[in-house]
């Protein structure tokens, strides 16, 4: 008869440790990212950026963070209180539980489902409902119209992503995120799948809320968007969630199409670096471009933002989708296997 601390405890103080050893650095990186942001934007714009708190700015994350959590959250009177608070609670918690299926190297996730692709692809198109509740328990018309431009522009891009991640799943054969990642130990599907590779980057970008597509909280139209209403340590989960959504979504751009964990080689000394190491240096390299874009692009239009989606992105992702079937099936030829 299994024990009452072999059967049920122990396993549970595992998975606990499995777990915060996931969130802690996790949630580190989400910090560094912002200081990340703010020196790169820096210095594409000749300025110094943080380098007031610690060495070199180091320790301005936790300053940051310090300030969210001793304000005072300001509730405005006409919100609908409990949703109001709920919003940026779900909206982060969807960004950390997406992670148990991301593996960090070989044998290294949390949860190695064979659904993995349609976990996370259903967590994060759950994470619109975090902003369309904001917009609505605000009780402010600039929140809701910020709202409104998210949801449209979430479910929009899906789409293409959905169809852009069946031609990968069609290359494997697997929704299993380790298979999809050892599939391309020979050749990564960023090659042979590269106009599908840019498409998926520019998606992530609007899917995020990321410039160029940041029509949700346009600072010019809709003040702050969704968002408006927000304060404090409420305020500082919608930031969590938006940069834990970027690094999540690099991590998943890097699964699908740089190899993960992968080296660029199999030889030496690239072999000699650990995999997680690999799988961190993509997901840096992903979001400097998240950050360069900032720096660089105008915002577009909503109109623009929307025919892009729909009458670009869409059709051509559908189309690479039927090419590569057919590619398959006339000449069995898989990316993965060239």
Known sequence: MVSFWDGYLWPGIVIVAQCVALIVPLLIAVAYVTLFERKVMAAMM???GPNVVGAFGLLQPFADGLKFLVKE??????????????????????????WAVIPVSAG??????????????????????????AGWASNSRYAFLGALRSSAQMVSYEVSMGFIIITVLLCVGSLNMSKIVEAQRDLWFAIPLFPMFVIFFISTLAETNRHPFDLPEAESELVAGYQIEYSAFA????????????????????????????????????????????????????????VWVRATLPRYRYDQLMRIGWKFFLPLSLLWVVLTAGAIVAFGWYPSKA
Request: aromatic share 16%; hydrophobic share 70%.
């Open 46 to 48: 000749l300025r110094r």
């Open 108 to 133: 290294v996730v949390l949860s190695d489902i064979n659904v993995g692709v349609l976990y996370l692809f259903a967590i994060s198109s759950l994470g619109v409902y975090g902003i369309i509740m």
């Open 73 to 98: 959250t300001v509730i405005p009177a006409g919100a609908n209180k409990v949703v109001f608070l709920i919003a940026p609670m779900l909206t982060f918690v969807l960004a950390m539980i997406a």
């Open 235 to 290: 305020f500082a989960l919608f930031m969590l969630g938006e940069y834990a959504n970027m690094i999540l979504m690099s991590a998943f751009t890097a699964i699908l199409f740089l190899g993960g964990w992968l080296p660029p080689l199999d030889i030496a000394p690239f072999n000699w670096i650990p995999g997680f190491v690999w799988f961190a240096i993509k997901i840096a390299l992903l979001l400097f471009v998240f």
